[in-house]
C-alpha cells in the first residue's frame, strides 16, 4: 500500500513538471537559433534530471569524465535496463539527440516534447529505416551536435548485455566522429515492464568511459569497433556486479 501511494504522488510530480515544460519548450523551440535545435533539446534534458530527483528510490552515482564538448560531438553508446535510463542518463550536463523508436514519437506530451527537441524517430517497421536515421544523424552531426543510440535496441529482460547493433557503429565510422560508451547498472527494477509502480530504492551508477577514436578505422572495422565498446561495458558491469564476464553477458554461454 505504501509503495502504491509513494509511486502515485511521484507520478503526480512527473505530470506537473511536463505541464509546466512543455509551454517552455515550446517558446525555446520557437526562439531557439540553433538550426541543430541545440537550446531546446538541452532544456528537454532538464526535465529528465528534475523527474529524476523528484524520486526518492533513485540514488544515482555518476562517474568518468563529464568535461566533455558536446558541440565537439559523439556517437554516445549506452547500455538499455528500463524506462527509467533516459531521464537518469539526461542528469549529464550534454545536449545529446536520441534515437528512439516511432511509437515514443506518438505518446502525448512526451511525444510532442521529443518532436520539439528534435531527437530522432526510428521506424521499426520501414525497410529504409536506416537510410531514414543516418540522413537524421547526420544533419545534427554535421551541426555540431552529439548523438546516443541504445544499440542493443531494447531493454534488457535479465539485466544481462545483449547483442549490439551496429547502425551507431557504422555511423561513427562514416563521419568521422568519435564513440563515447557509457555504462548504467541498477536501473533494473524501477520501474518494471508494464508496470506504473516504481521498485524499491536503487543505488544507480552510471559511468562515461573513455571515448574510442574511429579516424583510424574503415568500414570494414565496424563490427570490431562495435565488440569494442561492447566489451568495455561489459567489462565495466562485471566489475559492479563482482561477477566475471560471463555472467553479465547475454552471449556468453
Same mark, same amino acid.
Given at each position: 500500500? %505504501? ?14 513538471? %511536463? ?13 531557439? =537559433?540553433? =538550426? ?7 532544456? #528537454?534534458? $532538464? ?8 524520486? =526518492? ?51 502525448p506530451f512526451v511525444g510532442w516534447m521529443m518532436k520539439l527537441a528534435g531527437d530522432i524517430s526510428v521506424d521499426r517497421r520501414a525497410s529504409n529505416r536506416r537510410i531514414a536515421t543516418f540522413k537524421q544523424a ?25 547483442? #549490439? ?39 544507480? $551508477?552510471?559511468?562515461? *568511459? ?40 547475454? *552471449?556468453?554461454?
Amino acid at each position: 500500500m %505504501i509503495s502504491t501511494i509513494k509511486s502515485l504522488i511521484i507520478w503526480v510530480g512527473v505530470l506537473v513538471l %511536463i505541464l509546466i515544460w512543455l509551454p517552455m519548450l515550446a517558446l525555446c523551440r520557437l526562439l531557439d =537559433p540553433d =538550426p541543430a535545435h541545440y537550446y531546446t533539446g538541452k532544456l #528537454f534534458r $532538464k526535465l529528465g534530471k528534475a523527474i529524476s530527483k523528484i524520486n =526518492p528510490n533513485w540514488n544515482i552515482t555518476i562517474s568518468g569524465s563529464v568535461d566533455v564538448n558536446d558541440r565537439e560531438p559523439y556517437i554516445m553508446v549506452c547500455n538499455h535496463l528500463s524506462q527509467a535510463d533516459i531521464p537518469l542518463i539526461s542528469n549529464l550536463p550534454w545536449e545529446m539527440k536520441w534515437v528512439a523508436k516511432k511509437e515514443l514519437f506518438d505518446v502525448p506530451f512526451v511525444g510532442w516534447m521529443m518532436k520539439l527537441a528534435g531527437d530522432i524517430s526510428v521506424d521499426r517497421r520501414a525497410s529504409n529505416r536506416r537510410i531514414a536515421t543516418f540522413k537524421q544523424a547526420r544533419f545534427y552531426l554535421e551541426r555540431d551536435c552529439s548523438i546516443i543510440f541504445f544499440p542493443e535496441g531494447t531493454r534488457s529482460r535479465n539485466g544481462k548485455l545483449n547483442r #549490439f547493433a551496429v547502425g551507431a557503429f557504422d555511423l561513427a565510422i562514416s563521419e568521422g566522429v568519435p564513440i563515447l560508451p557509457m555504462v548504467i547498472d541498477g536501473t533494473q527494477n524501477t520501474l518494471p515492464k508494464k508496470s506504473w509502480k516504481f521498485g524499491m530504492a536503487k543505488h544507480i $551508477k552510471l559511468k562515461i *568511459l573513455d571515448p574510442i577514436d574511429t579516424t583510424s578505422y574503415s568500414r570494414e572495422d565496424i563490427k570490431n569497433v562495435s565488440k569494442l565498446a561492447r566489451s568495455r561495458i561489459a567489462e565495466q558491469l562485471s566489475e559492479w556486479r563482482e561477477l566475471p564476464v560471463e555472467k553479465v553477458d547475454n *552471449l556468453s554461454k
